[in-house]
């Protein structure tokens, strides 16, 4: 089920978000709760040769669309996603050459919530953390805001 779900997105980013392609960001995983993406260093890369920050940015933001994206799949629902707010903290360079962003767990009275609030309203809106790190800690730290509706 889950491949299914990773294809499904893929699909999607590919129809939807075409800067997906050349930026080389794919989905690598999803467990029914956080997804990991990743993107080569190489066309996402600065005159420093490590990751540009609005690439890293851009994985970020994606990674938390993908995940309400694919909470939603996993409801049978669908619905206009868009990011409302983000705040991210560049910690240190990265330099690896396959960037993977995961997101972080998101509390399940929050998930319960969103969930209601968009049967009951047609509108929700949920907050999704994500990072990029290494074995020595967060070197990118997401958090954004994203609006559904139905």
């Known amino acids: 089920m889950?491949?299914?779900a990773l294809?499904?997105?893929q699909q999607t980013l590919a129809a939807e978000m075409p800067i997906c392609t050349p930026m080389g960001i794919v989905p690598t995983s999803?467990?029914?709760?956080?997804?990991a993406m990743q993107m080569p260093l190489a066309p996402?890369?600065?005159?420093?040769?490590?990751?540009?920050?609005g690439s890293l940015n851009a994985l970020c933001t994606i990674v938390g669309w993908g995940t309400?994206?694919?909470m939603l799949h996993r409801e049978g629902l669908a619905g206009n996603i868009?990011?409302?707010?983000s705040q991210i903290r560049y910690h240190r360079?990265?330099?690896a050459e396959a960037i993977v962003a995961r997101g972080l767990l998101i509390d399940g009275d929050d998930v319960g919530f969103f969930f209601e609030l968009l049967r009951s309203k047609g509108r929700s809106k949920i907050e999704?953390?994500?990072?990029?790190?290494?074995?020595?800690?967060?070197?990118?730290?997401f958090h954004g805001s994203y609006v559904v509706q139905d």
């Open 82 to 85: 868009v990011i409302r707010r």
């Open 128 to 141: 999704v953390s994500t990072e990029i790190a290494d074995d020595q800690g967060a070197l990118v730290s």
């Open 93 to 95: 360079p990265v330099r």
């Open 2 to 4: 889950h491949d299914a």
């Open 7 to 9: 294809k499904k997105l």
């Open 44 to 53: 996402n890369r600065n005159h420093q040769y490590s990751a540009f920050a």
């Open 30 to 35: 999803w467990d029914g709760l956080q997804l």
């Open 68 to 70: 309400v994206f694919l």
